[in-house]
């Protein structure tokens, strides 16, 4: 296309209702209400899953991670029906873990109510306050439905990566955890006293995790 330079635009006029002061004040109107919506929708804070075990000794707190679906799908399941609550922690052990849900067997977990195929991630790995799944020792690691544990070694369990699903944290609740480990046993590590589970799983949202309790999600 080639221009002549004898060519003018004709003036360009603004579109009627943009003169009309009605009109611009409706729009001014509607753009202040909208700003604070978008704000409010694009700041939402994120809601996650959290397990809550009751104890005599005191109360645990953990997200339920994303990143690992069925395990956290199937803790969901199993506390929603009461499941756990004719459990206890059943082995416990100093700078391991605390062990909770059914007991482990000679014949493995042939009482579990499923299996899970394990959900390894390179993210989510062993720490203090780590919550996995059990299993006994089957080559294709799978986890044990009816069985968790949670780490209570300060230094982390990091031989137990890629071996265990890990699931969940604590973010409160490990003074509880240390004084379950540290409860009398017998010679298979079983409290001398039963410790009895209470478990269900409450909504929080990602402000309350770190506001109250100083917890940054993953």
Not at 39 to 49: E, G, I, N, P
Not at 118 to 130: I, K, M, T
Not at 176 to 199: G, M, Q, R, Y
Request: neutral net charge; proline residues 6%.
């Amino acid at each position: 296309m080639y221009e002549s330079e004898h060519f003018s635009a004709p003036e360009a006029r603004a579109p009627h209702s943009l003169t009309n002061p009605r009109h611009m004040r409706r729009l001014l109107l509607t753009t202040m209400l909208a700003v604070p919506l978008a704000f409010t929708s694009a700041h939402k804070s994120k809601t996650y899953q959290v397990g809550r075990i009751e104890t005599r000794l005191g109360e645990i707190l953990f997200v339920l991670y994303d990143q690992t679906p069925h395990h956290k799908e199937s803790f969901i399941k199993l506390a929603s029906s009461h499941y756990w609550d004719t459990l206890t922690f059943n082995r416990v052990i100093q700078n391991f873990v605390a062990q909770g849900g059914c007991p482990d067997t000679p014949e493995g977990f042939s009482g579990s109510p499923y299996l899970l195929a394990p959900e390894f991630n390179d993210s989510l790995r062993h720490v203090y306050g780590a919550v996995g799944a059990g299993r006994d020792n089957n080559p294709e690691q799978l986890s044990a439905g009816c069985q968790f544990y949670i780490v209570a070694n300060k230094n982390g369990l990091p031989k137990l990566d890629e071996h265990y699903t890990v699931y969940g944290q604590v973010f409160k609740g490990m003074d509880v955890v240390e004084a379950i480990v540290s409860s009398p046993k017998d010679s298979a590590n079983k409290p001398l006293t039963d410790i009895p589970l209470h478990i269900d799983v409450i909504a929080m949202s990602a402000d309350q995790l770190k506001k109250k309790y100083g917890f940054a999600t993953k």
